[in-house]
């Protein structure tokens, strides 16, 4: 966010920057949990800057999608905490997590389904480190117990969660899922790869 | 790709113009398998033609990666072809038709990759019609014969066979999956969504 690089920062001058940046990001991340498709002119105009300001901060819609992505998993991943998830047995605390990280994502999923159309997966992903954080620490803390799978990788099973609860978002989008069904499939769905003592 | 729709076409012009489509939609999946940042130019190169040429059939690299992953899709449809799909215990037909997918992914997993910057899953998941409806067909088989499990939709196993199997590819290609492990992952994996008899 460094625009003042090369000039000494003039500090009403960096708070007016901090203040834009902040109305963009705030602006694109409801934009585009309405309408992946919004254009950065409607973003900059919900925000109240002009064009020029906001390409003089995010210089592509890329960028643009990539920090408001940054910022909406963010705020989400605050959401997320929840002293339980480390105390409740581990297949409960992940029953809670998978509705509290699905109720997030659906809110959102449009703006995650703008994120996938410019940026690769490989990003997308890297954005949620955090809250992919707390999903190994309990996969983890339920292998410890017993209570889950330890045939198959950690990081993997992580990644699977991340790739079933992301492709709910889109079968839900695509009218594939049905509001209602979403969070039994994605509870049973979870639950049997994490949990199953498969006999091959 | 009817370049052409405004004047009468000279067959031998059509000729012509079949034969650079062929050769571009060749040497993009050679090289985008191989390098997914491969260059339109280097594309244009490898397959003999002009920049000129090359755009005039696939405007921009999307389109340019849109046709090759058709393209390659279409090709490693008819490698699946496998009689015994459809008449093999269903488990054992999916662990074959496993193998044989991600042989087929994992060579073009570059591509793939490439696809994933430029196109919305959604868009790639389309092109994978054709493969996903031998998926579609062996899972509700494995429903009828009482293999598999009937608790979850059918269009939502196929999707999960979708995700977990791409999912691989990048784990792969991140490093974060050995070449030897991503086989008896994906079936453990697999095997398990569709046959855990789930108790909650």
């Known amino acids: 966010m460094g625009t003042t690089a090369a000039r000494q920062p003039v500090p009403a001058r960096r708070a007016d920057a901090e203040r834009n940046i902040a109305a963009i990001l705030e602006a694109g991340t409801r934009l585009l949990s309405d309408d992946p498709g919004a254009s950065v002119a409607d973003i900059a105009k919900a925000a109240g800057v002009g064009r020029v300001t906001l390409y003089g901060h995010f210089p592509s819609r890329e960028a643009l999608v990539d ?14 905490e929840d002293d339980t998830l480390d105390t409740a047995p581990a297949p409960e605390a992940m029953t809670r997590l998978l509705r509290s990280s699905w109720e997030i ?6 703006l995650f389904l703008a994120a996938d159309r410019v940026l690769p997966t ?8 955090r809250p992919l954080r707390r999903v190994e620490r309990l996969i983890s803390r339920g292998q410890d117990d017993g209570d889950f ?3 198959l990788p950690l990081e993997w099973l992580v990644t699977t969660f991340f790739a079933i609860i992301h492709s709910a978002a889109q079968e839900r989008e695509a009218g594939r899922l ?18 199953s003592a498969q006999a091959s």
Do not use: C, K, Q
């Not at 994502?105 to 449009?110: A, I, P, Q, T």
């Not at 049905?178 to 949990?195: D, G, H, K, Q």
């Open 178 to 195: 049905s509001p209602e069904e979403v969070e039994p499939v994605l509870t049973r769905t979870m639950l049997s790869l994490l949990t």
């Open 149 to 151: 799978r330890t045939d």
């Open 105 to 110: 994502l659906n809110r959102h999923r449009r």
């Open 122 to 129: 490989e990003r997308i992903r890297e954005h949620h480190s």
């Open 67 to 80: 920090a408001v992505l940054d910022h909406a998993v963010g705020m989400a991943d605050a959401v997320l």
